[in-house]
């Protein structure tokens, strides 16, 4: 019964290929967010959805490409994979907005490794 | 822009003592600010969080926060250290994105270590 659930948990693959991560959750929420945490374990966010309309976009590289089937599901495409985007990469997810009344919930992170 | 500052990035206590973690905050707006704590191979979870109101902020696991906006400050405490207690633990600003989310801005966390 896990709320937010990323797969897979482990992905290594090879410079220059394409990859996706999938994220799903079963709070019935309706605004899920990417967040990369860095080799430094410093957390910033990427993506935000709400509604499957996407409401933040972060300064990331076009190579990244999130994509909301519907309100359940926020998935992280990423093309060309470079070493740098080795990170972990966690999604959450909240009903509504704005923080001030609801608490963003988080998955147990996708670790990428680029070699 | 906002932006989260945590002083130390390892903090030792014994089992039993005071647990200090501190947190400092800019904000161009009133600030909404977030303590998570990250297990280990876990995601983040939400300790506790100060939006408005009462300043002294309670947590799970008997931890708690003050807000103070003199000093910018969010540091979190908790009385007698556990060793369960031992993880990572992030401090969070909201970005307001105005009609748009809340997206968290996060320092850079505060790994804890717990002395049996």
């Known amino acids: 019964d896990t709320a937010v659930s990323q797969t897979p948990k482990y992905l290594v693959t090879q410079m220059g290929n394409d990859k996706s991560i999938k994220c799903e959750q079963n709070l019935g929420h309706d605004t899920m967010y990417w967040y990369k945490q860095d080799s430094k374990k410093f957390l910033k966010i990427m993506f935000s959805?709400?509604?499957?309309?996407?409401?933040i976009n972060e300064t990331v590289p076009n190579r990244f490409s999130p994509k909301s089937p519907d309100k359940a599901h926020l998935n992280l495409h990423i093309n060309s994979l470079e070493l740098g985007d080795s990170a972990v990469y966690f999604c959450?997810?909240?009903?509504?907005?704005?923080?001030?009344?609801?608490?963003?919930?988080f998955g147990q992170g996708t670790r990428l490794t680029v070699v | 822009a906002q932006s989260v500052t945590q002083l130390g990035s390892h903090v030792s206590v014994s089992e039993g003592a005071l647990v200090l973690l501190r947190c400092n905050y800019s904000?161009?707006?009133?600030?909404?600010l977030f303590w998570y704590v990250q297990y280990p191979n876990q995601g983040l979870q939400l300790l506790l969080k100060?939006?408005?109101?009462?300043?002294l902020v309670k947590g799970i696991n008997g931890f708690e926060a003050e807000f103070k906006k003199s000093e910018t400050s969010f540091h979190l405490t908790k009385p007698s250290a556990h060793m369960s207690d031992a993880a990572e633990y992030f401090c969070a600003v909201s970005d307001y994105a105005g009609g748009g989310a809340d997206g968290l801005t996060f320092g850079k966390g505060t790994h804890l270590i717990i002395q049996p």
């Open positions: 959805y709400n509604n499957k309309e996407l409401i």
């Open positions: 959450a997810s909240s009903q509504g907005v704005r923080l001030l009344n609801t608490e963003a919930f």
């Open positions: 100060y939006t408005t109101g009462a300043t």
């Open positions: 904000s161009s707006v009133p600030p909404y």
